[in-house]
């Protein structure tokens, strides 16, 4: 298999999921400040506060490392620790296993280079999580911490909107530029959201052809992909994303719970045009 970017970011996926990948321009409205959750991952591992208040949640994650990293919040079932998240994500992902139901994907911040940072504005209510850093192999690529306290104010409003069913996507008010975006996950399996912009000429078959035989050029610019953190279903995020105008190709490479193939492979292939 060659692993260009796309391919490699589909077997990233696989071995527990994708974060979200932000820029620094905010232009949100409505709903109050977030609190701020400062996270630094290293090439070593990860670092992150021991509790946060329950509500909406910024988290602000810097990258000190050389290497690219990434966050993911997983709400953690009662009882259970985020090294048996680990051990259940691996046997998910590579072995195409059952994702327990206890595991829920709250979203994050994704691929960060190395000397970056990024930003997604999450909400959560009480209970133990933790951020997990799927892009390392460190021993200590995760942090754990509780929420407490009633649940807060959620995340502020955006105007565009990105929407993930089971299997498709749609979405209203992308603009060419730096924009806050809510990314919602209205189906019932775990969604994530990598796009790229397509290449001139090139169509949502030309992806989807791309995707099943994995041969030829692929039909997007890949320098350009970015990719948001896992959701459960029902849950949704705010993203930061730098878009350009013209049509990107929207894919899910995320198993369903039960295992099995990744979306794009059951033809979660979208294309949407950024004005």
């Known amino acids: ?87 259940a994500g691996e046997a998910w992902g590579d072995k195409g296993g059952q994702l327990p ?63 993930a069913l089971d299997y498709s996507f749609s979405a ?7 924009q806050s975006v809510t990314f919602e996950n209205a189906g019932e399996e775990p969604h994530h959201l990598v796009g790229a912009p397509l290449l001139p000429g090139k169509t949502e078959a030309d992806v989807k052809k791309f995707v099943e035989t994995e041969k030829g050029k692929p039909p997007v610019d890949e320098s350009k992909f970015f990719n948001t953190a896992i959701l459960s279903g029902g849950e949704s995020a705010v993203v930061d994303l730098r878009l350009e105008s013209g049509d990107y190709a929207f894919l899910c490479f995320i198993p369903d719970r039960a295992g099995g193939p990744p979306h794009a492979a059951k033809g979660m292939v979208s294309v949407v045009t950024v004005e």
């Open 1 to 87: 298999m060659r692993l260009t970017p796309l391919l490699a970011l589909l077997l990233a996926a696989l071995s527990l999921g994708l974060a979200a990948c932000g820029d620094d321009d905010d232009d949100d409205g409505g709903g109050g400040q977030p609190q701020a959750f400062e996270v630094e991952i290293t090439d070593d591992g990860v670092t992150a506060p021991e509790t946060a208040d329950a509500g909406a949640l910024e988290l602000r994650v810097s990258n000190s490392g050389k290497r690219d990293h990434s966050a993911q919040v997983v709400a953690i079932g009662e009882g259970h620790t985020a090294d048996e998240v680990i051990a």
């Open 101 to 163: 139901e206890w595991i829920e994907f709250m979203g994050g911040v994704g691929t960060t280079k190395g000397g970056g940072t990024g930003t997604a504005v999450v909400e959560l209510p009480p209970g133990d999580y933790g951020v997990f850093d799927i892009e390392s192999d460190a021993e200590d690529a995760f942090a754990a911490f509780t929420v407490e306290g009633d649940e807060g104010e959620g995340p502020p409003e955006t105007d565009s909107r990105v929407e």
């Open 172 to 178: 209203e008010g992308l603009q060419a530029g730096s």
